[in-house]
């Protein structure tokens, strides 16, 4: 292991055990606020790939309903999301239970965002290389744009991380996202209450059919 990825791995643990215990009555909060408004589960569980395409299972508080009998394949994102949840995805505290998957080494604080699963093989072979490195919670895509940015711009800014990561980038992405949360920019794509399924990208001006 190379000083950086001990370096990295070490914040990693003390930042997110930390937070996970000094954090603790507001998961309480949260969690009963969930009970009350949305009965259980309180935690949105699913299966995502993490490095080297591995999957773990991702940990965050649901913000959504369940779908009511019939309308599974009707109702939209916006349609389900509730009003706590609204509050709890502007904020980014339904990140909150990501501490625990960054505290046992699926992710890390700072990478590529973890997506789904179905989206590996629609990937091309240079958009793929997000996969070098753990997912993190925030990342340089997120400080740079978030959801406000095209999926083709997001992976390239993931694989320049990927090039150029280091303690200090990683740190500056920290910062960062502090800012970004606080201002809370860029949390949809502009037309959905999250970012529009990814389906694969176009071959670019230039390259070999």
């Not at 773990?56 to 009511?68: D, H, I, V």
């Not at 990140?95 to 604080?109: I, K, R």
Request: charged content about 25%; glycine content about 10%; hydrophobic content about 40%.
């Amino acid at each position: 292991m190379s000083l950086y990825e001990l370096s990295k791995r070490s914040l990693d643990v003390a930042v997110s055990g930390a937070g996970l215990l000094v954090l603790s009555p507001l998961l309480a909060t949260i969690s009963g606020a969930i009970v009350l408004t949305s009965g259980r589960p309180v935690l949105f569980c699913q299966e995502r790939p993490g490095k080297n395409g591995q999957s773990f299972l991702l940990y965050k508080f649901r913000t959504m309903r369940a779908t009511r009998e019939g309308e599974a394949m009707l109702a939209s994102d916006a349609d389900r999301l509730t009003g706590l949840g609204k509050l709890l995805r502007s904020t980014s505290l339904d990140e909150l239970p990501t501490l625990w998957n960054v505290f046992f080494g699926d992710m890390s604080l700072v990478g590529p965002r973890p997506l789904l699963m179905r989206y590996l093989e629609r990937y091309s072979p240079e958009q793929a290389r997000r996969h070098e490195v753990r997912p993190g919670i925030t990342g340089w895509a997120q400080v740079n744009g978030r959801n406000a940015i095209s999926w083709e711009d997001k992976f390239d800014l993931d694989v320049w991380y990927v090039d150029h990561r280091s303690f200090l980038l990683d740190l500056e992405i920290l910062l960062r996202t502090a800012k970004t949360v606080l201002v809370r920019d860029g949390i949809t794509d502009g037309q959905a209450a999250t970012m529009h399924e990814f389906m694969g990208s176009p071959p670019r001006q230039g390259a070999e059919g």
